[in-house]
Structure formats: structure tokens, C-alpha cells
């Protein structure tokens, strides 16, 4: 097996078999090629089917390793010469207006936790896929969660891509990595028999509000914390505009979508009757807020105007003990039996999907296929009838 071997420490191409070198463009045998990286390495890659293409992946990757070139580009050649930790902070700084603030405290949680220990120091400008591989492994190594490596991969990707377009980086670091797989562990779905012991195990009716909006109407934790009386547009339909994120004391816009964006769910009539219930008994505030200081829960003492995240977890864990739930369910269980309720009852998941506010209807499906279990099925028997 001999290769041919560019000048300047650029790598080889070669082919694994018994033909002579003189002869390789006659074998189908793929070529491979084998180079250093920045951290000096040896990696090899192949599946290249001619000496050209071989050898264009080589110089890109030798150029990659140089830098952007010196034509001129100032930022390029100023970013590429950033720490990743100095060039990141920058970007998303000038980014933060068109971001949700959860959006934000997501890609600050990658780096601080993921990204800046093993690339923060990290020169822009040397990003291989070899550095990507190695810091994946990594992760791996330290037994981080799939969720937590898929989002931290997509952050670093985000920033890196930012690079790359301004002409820091010459070649696509992400080029044949795989990113990490994520699934979704199977969720856990009370039954009715258990939301209805939820409903009388909880401690006040602004609890209660929180339950009757997540599982009739399919709200978010921060979502349902932020109910307000003027989001019934009809006697069928809520408008979902505005959370509660974490225990910030004033609404913010939606996950994935902007400030006056919205979704509209179906509002069941037994959960229109208890926001009715409540906004009669309790009141509003002038801007139609019902879950505000002591609504429902005759507690004048509370701090926040709004209620927070943690207000009402603690609150959950005590309604379980006093529903003496089996399962330990989590307050977001509450909107998987939305799902649930929708997916077996026939409700097309696309629909589904619009409703829970999901970016993509992928990650609907993900979550809830096996509510499914017997579509294809049920698809069979009905497409027969037709033929």
C-alpha cells in the first residue's frame, strides 16, 4: 500500500488493496486519506471516490489548519485569532434582543457547563472535526446526558457556524460528525382516576388552575402560571401569548417564538368552567392576571406578584403525598395526558403538535409514538377497504 504524499506535512491519499499505485485509477476500491490535525493527531478518513477529490479534502483541511487566509479580511482574521470564550460572549451579547430570555439562560447553562471547560480557550480559527470529535468523547467520558449533549452541541454549532460564515474558519468543522442522538425517555401519563385525586389532593384552587390548564389544554409549567381570563378569544379556545419564566416576576413571550406570538389550543368545557370559577371568586388584576399575590391560595404572605416555578413544585410534591400517588409524577406529567387524551381519542398528531407548541412536529412524535401503538395497523385495514 503506497501513497501519495503531498508536500509541506499536507497528509497522504492511498488506496488499501494489491494493485500497483500506477494502476489505482482502474480499482474501485475507494481512496482514503490520512493527515494531522491541529492538535497533531493522525486521523484518517475515507470513501473518496477519485485521486481529485482526495485530494481537495487535504488542502482544505491543511488550509483549515493555517487559518483564514491573509487576504485582507480584518474581522476574519481577528475572529479567527479569538479565544472561542471571548468571540461566543460577543455574539450572543449582540444576538440577546432577538432571543427569548429562557433561550438564553439554555445557551449560557452549554457553555458554563459543556462547551467553555474544554473549548473556551480554544483559538476560533483551529476548530477541526477532529476538535469536535474529541470534545464529544469527552462528554461521553464524563457520562454527560444525551439531552444535555445534543443541546450543547447544537449551541457550539450555532456559534461556530457564525465563524465560519464571517470567514474565520476555512472549512465546515461539523463536516461527518454525527451529532449525539437523543430520545426521549418514555413519559409517565396519569390515569383519570389519579388526575381527579390530584384535583382534590390540591392544596388551594390556584393549584387547582394550574392542573385544569396543563391537562385540558395542554400549557406549560410557566405557561399556565401566567393564566390570564382575557386569553378565553372563544367558549371553545384559549390563547396561549405569555410565560412565567422560572421565577422572574413578569411575563415573558413563548418558548420558540417572538414577543406577540401565539398559539391557540382547544379549551374543554370543564376547564372553562373553572377558570370562570376562579376569575368569579378570586378576581383578576386589571390586566386580566388570575395567578397574582394570594389568588386562591390564602396565602397574603407569598413574595412574588407572579407565581414561580419553585412556588408551585413545592406545592406539587405536597399534592401527590396527600393524592398518595404510585407514581411520583412530575407537574409536566400533567400536560403528557393532554397529549395523551388527544392522540387516543383520534386527534391527528400533527395537529398535536401545533397545540403543544413543539418546534417540529418530530419531537411530537418522538415523545408520544407509542400512544400509536397500533396505527400502521388501523392504516392497513382501512386502505384495504379501497382496494
Not at 474544554?118 to 457520562?143: A, C, H, Q
Not at 384535583?199 to 392542573?211: M, W
Not at 397529549?339 to 395537529?351: E, F, K, Q, R
Amino acid at each position: 500500500m503506497a501513497g501519495q504524499i503531498f508536500p509541506h506535512g499536507m497528509g497522504t491519499f492511498f488506496k488499501e488493496c494489491e494493485r500497483s499505485q500506477s494502476r489505482w485509477s482502474k480499482c474501485p476500491h475507494p481512496y482514503k486519506i490520512r493527515y494531522r490535525d491541529t492538535t497533531g493527531r493522525q486521523r484518517e478518513e475515507a470513501g473518496y471516490a477519485t485521486q481529485d477529490k482526495a485530494a481537495t479534502r487535504l488542502v482544505e483541511i491543511h488550509q483549515a489548519k493555517k487559518g483564514p487566509a491573509k487576504d485582507g479580511n480584518t474581522e476574519a482574521q481577528e475572529i479567527a485569532e479569538m479565544r472561542f470564550k471571548d468571540f461566543a460572549t460577543r455574539y450572543i451579547s449582540n444576538r440577546k434582543r432577538g432571543l427569548t430570555s429562557n433561550t438564553v439562560d439554555q445557551y449560557e447553562g452549554s457553555f458554563r457547563t459543556q462547551i467553555y471547560p474544554r473549548l473556551g480557550s480554544r483559538r476560533v480559527g483551529t476548530f477541526t472535526p477532529g476538535v469536535i470529535e474529541d470534545w464529544l468523547n469527552g462528554m461521553e467520558l464524563d457520562k454527560v446526558g444525551s439531552a444535555s449533549q445534543r443541546s450543547a452541541y447544537l449551541v457550539l454549532k450555532l456559534v461556530i457556524d457564525a465563524a465560519r460564515h464571517r470567514g474565520a474558519i476555512a472549512m465546515d468543522p461539523f463536516l461527518d460528525v454525527a451529532p449525539p442522538d437523543y430520545m426521549p425517555p418514555e413519559v409517565t401519563i396519569p390515569t383519570l382516576a389519579e388526575l381527579n385525586a390530584l384535583r382534590d389532593a390540591a392544596e388551594g384552587d390556584d393549584l387547582r388552575l394550574v392542573i385544569e390548564l396543563m391537562s385540558g389544554c395542554g400549557h406549560r409549567n410557566g405557561e399556565a402560571h401566567a393564566a390570564n381570563i382575557k386569553s378565553i378569544v372563544a367558549g371553545d379556545v384559549y390563547r396561549i401569548n405569555e410565560q412565567i419564566h422560572g421565577n422572574r416576576v413578569e411575563p415573558a413571550q413563548l418558548k420558540h417564538r417572538k414577543r406577540g406570538e401565539f398559539r391557540e389550543v382547544p379549551l374543554p368545557r370543564k376547564t372553562h368552567e373553572f377558570i370562570s370559577y376562579f376569575a368569579d371568586t378570586y378576581g383578576a388584576d386589571r390586566n386580566g392576571y388570575l395567578l397574582v399575590r394570594g389568588n386562591g391560595a390564602g396565602s397574603p404572605h407569598i413574595q412574588s406578584y407572579f407565581y414561580g416555578d419553585q412556588t408551585l413544585r413545592w406545592r406539587w410534591r405536597r399534592c401527590l403525598e396527600r393524592a398518595d400517588a404510585g407514581t411520583t409524577y412530575k407537574l409536566y406529567s400533567l400536560r403528557h395526558y393532554f397529549a395523551s387524551n388527544c392522540l387516543t381519542h383520534g386527534i391527528p398528531i400533527t395537529d398535536v403538535a401545533e397545540w403543544m407548541g413543539h418546534k417540529s412536529i418530530e419531537v411530537t412524535y418522538r415523545i408520544y409514538r407509542h400512544l400509536l401503538p397500533g396505527s400502521l395497523t388501523r392504516a392497513a385495514k382501512i386502505l384495504n377497504e379501497r382496494l
